[in-house]
Nanobody, 116 residues
């Protein structure tokens, strides 16, 4: 059974940091491009960052460049998102996504709230 489980969200003050994890099972993680998306309340979902199958290539939304870092550990079938210098506008539900020619999968999401 395919599983993608996000963790690490929570409440943080502006300027703070969080690390999100996406633990996966049930598919060959190293075959899949992995990404983080976020959806603020009442708004559309947007791509935050993506990483290639071997971790060698990444891309980021302009709004998070220089503050967020996406990474993956294929040995642990886990995706990460390190978030620094968090801003109130980063508040959203963050979800991980796995994509390949074999199909795609979504996690349930984890809430990140940036507020003083």
């Amino acid at each position: 059974q395919v599983q993608l489980v996000e963790s690490g969200g929570g409440l943080v003050q502006p300027g703070g940091s969080l690390r999100l994890s996406c633990t996966t099972a049930g598919f060959t993680f190293s075959y899949y491009i992995m990404a983080w998306y976020r959806q603020p309340r009442g708004k559309e979902r947007e791509l935050v960052a993506a990483v290639s199958t071997d971790g060698g290539r990444t891309n980021y939304a302009d709004s998070v460049k220089g503050r967020f870092t996406i990474s993956r550990d294929n040995g642990k079938s886990t995706l990460y998102l390190h978030m620094n210098s968090l801003k109130p506008e980063d508040t959203a539900v963050y979800s991980c996504h796995a994509y390949s020619t074999f199909g795609d999968y979504w996690g349930q999401g984890t809430q990140v709230t940036v507020s003083s």
